[in-house]
């Protein structure tokens, strides 16, 4: 055989067994890059579902405490409500309280108002002798009827006012006038009419000139009840 036919021979065997060894080659490659592709196409798959639960575990938790809440919200609605229903009772209450306390009010307004208000029903005037402020029998008898009134009446109360002429000291005729109204008043007692029942007012002289000087040595007293 000739040289230049084993060489083209040996040619063809090398060029044929090369490209068996690329196609190989190629092949294994190919198989490699497809492993890598489910490789990545599994850990994208792994990494996807472990999300979409930890979405669905983040979801049922925040479901969870909406639920919590709103249980709480409905608490505090009733709690509220309870609230509402106590205030509007005790502002009820308030109210009656604050009427009660007007008409008090109104009730000690005129009382006060009519503290002095006193009618009087009648008048007694008991004579006393010059410079005398012993009560003589005429003017026990006129106080005992005067007695019998406030037995039978206890609304009604006395107002006595002493009096003297115009001879001898202011001071003295006012002391003089003060121990006329202590007879009338201690005799008052004595027959049973309550000391709370009876005022006194020692007023000295009468300056009204018109009364003669005997009429001024008296006790005028009063029959009063009072307004209210």
Same mark, same amino acid.
């Given at each position: 055989?000739?040289?230049?036919?084993?060489? *083209?021979?040996? @040619?063809? /065997?090398?060029?044929?067994? +090369?490209?068996? /060894?690329?196609?190989? +080659?190629? %092949?294994?490659? *190919?198989?490699?890059?497809?492993?890598?592709?489910?490789?990545?196409?599994?850990?994208?798959?792994?990494?996807?579902?472990?999300?979409?639960?930890?979405?669905?575990?983040?979801?049922?938790? &925040?479901?969870?405490?909406?639920?919590?809440?709103?249980?709480?919200?409905?608490?505090?609605?009733?709690?509220?409500?309870? *609230?509402?229903?106590?205030?509007?009772?005790?502002?009820?209450?308030?109210?009656?309280?604050?009427?009660?306390?007007?008409?008090?009010? @109104?009730? *000690?307004?005129?009382? +006060?108002?009519?503290?002095? @208000?006193?009618?009087?029903?009648?008048?007694?005037?008991?004579?006393?002798?010059?410079?005398?402020?012993?009560?003589?029998?005429?003017? !026990?008898?006129?106080?005992?009827?005067?007695?019998?009134?406030?037995?039978?009446?206890?609304?009604?109360?006395?107002?006595?006012?002493?009096?003297?002429?115009? !001879?001898?000291?202011?001071?003295?005729?006012?002391?003089?006038?003060?121990?006329?109204?202590?007879?009338?008043?201690?005799?008052?007692? %004595?027959?049973?009419?309550?000391?709370?029942?009876?005022?006194?007012? @020692?007023?000295?002289?009468?300056?009204?000139? &018109?009364?003669?000087?005997?009429? !001024?040595?008296?006790?005028? /007293? !009063?029959?009063?009840?009072?307004?209210?």
């Amino acid at each position: 055989m000739r040289p230049l036919s084993c060489a *083209l021979i040996l @040619a063809v /065997v090398l060029i044929v067994a +090369w490209g068996c /060894v690329s196609k190989t +080659w190629v %092949e294994q490659e *190919l198989d490699r890059r497809d492993a890598r592709i489910d490789q990545s196409l599994s850990s994208a798959q792994g990494s996807s579902g472990a999300q979409t639960q930890q979405a669905q575990r983040d979801a049922n938790l &925040a479901q969870q405490r909406l639920t919590v809440v709103d249980q709480r919200v409905r608490v505090l609605e009733t709690r509220t409500s309870e *609230l509402e229903e106590r205030a509007q009772g005790a502002s009820a209450r308030a109210d009656g309280a604050t009427t009660r306390a007007d008409g008090v009010d @109104a009730r *000690l307004t005129r009382l +006060w108002a009519n503290r002095n @208000a006193r009618s009087v029903v009648n008048i007694l005037q008991v004579e006393f002798g010059f410079d005398q402020s012993a009560l003589d029998d005429a003017g !026990k008898s006129m106080l005992f009827v005067l007695v019998q009134d406030l037995r039978d009446s206890p609304e009604l109360s006395l107002d006595l006012e002493g009096y003297t002429d115009s !001879k001898g000291s202011h001071q003295y005729n006012v002391r003089l006038s003060q121990r006329r109204i202590d007879a009338v008043r201690r005799y008052l007692i %004595e027959q049973g009419v309550e000391r709370h029942r009876i005022k006194a007012s @020692a007023r000295g002289p009468l300056g009204d000139a &018109a009364v003669p000087e005997e009429r !001024k040595r008296r006790v005028d /007293v !009063k029959l009063v009840v009072s307004a209210d």
